[in-house]
């Protein structure tokens, strides 16, 4: 995943909606949504919910 990929993810992961997160990244709808589809392809998942669990996979609190 690239760095912008991951940036969105994680703005995905604190609940932002795809306008929100393209105002934070200074982008448009339209290259979140790419960024978005690219990690799914990557991580061979095709939802948002999937790549949130997939980003916390392994981190457990104490």
Do not use: C, D, N
Not at 14 to 30: D, K
């Amino acid at each position: 995943m690239t760095p912008r990929e991951f940036e969105a993810a994680r703005l995905v992961a604190r609940g932002l909606p795809t306008t929100e997160i393209a105002a934070a990244l200074f982008v448009s709808p339209h290259t979140v949504r790419g960024h978005l589809k690219a990690a799914f392809g990557k991580a061979g998942i095709s939802s948002r919910g999937e790549l949130v669990a997939r980003l916390f996979a392994g981190h457990r609190r104490p």
